[in-house]
């Protein structure tokens, strides 16, 4: 289901940052979890992190674990993903999605509910 709206993607030089939003509806924000994915043409959508309604339990993606970081914000329905330190094959759209309970923290695109319609992100010098 499309419920979810993504901003913020761009053309982006390699090393710099980037912040991304997911704009979430309420009533998901406090019952799912919600995760931050990736894909390139002819590929499959590639996890990168997850948080549940407990804001202290996350999950990233070893590819990038330590450059990506996501956070929620309750006040404003929001859930975001800092990237940094960005790379040429960090190239592609970006989804945010949905697990609806009870949820695991799992990157596995199939687990996911509700998605946006991507944002397009390009690491280029």
């Known amino acids: 289901q499309l419920q979810l709206v993504e901003s913020g993607g761009g053309l982006v030089q390699p090393g710099r940052s980037l912040r991304l939003a997911c704009e979430v509806p309420?009533?998901?924000?406090?019952?799912?979890?919600v995760g931050w994915f990736r894909q390139v043409p002819g590929k499959e959508h590639e996890g990168l992190a997850c948080?549940?309604?407990?804001?202290?339990?996350?999950v990233y993606a070893d590819s990038v674990k330590g450059r990506f970081f996501i956070y929620k914000d309750y006040s404003k329905s929001t859930v975001y993903l800092t990237m940094e330190k960005l790379k040429f094959n960090d190239t592609g759209v970006y989804y945010c999605?949905?697990?609806?309970?009870?949820?695991?923290?799992?990157?596995?695109?199939?687990?996911?509910?509700?998605w946006g319609q991507g944002t397009q992100v390009t690491v280029s010098s």
């Open positions: 309420q009533w998901i924000m406090g019952l799912f979890a």
């Open positions: 948080i549940g309604t407990d804001t202290g339990h996350m």
């Open positions: 999605a949905a697990q609806k309970p009870p949820y695991t923290l799992t990157l596995a695109w199939d687990e996911y509910t509700s």
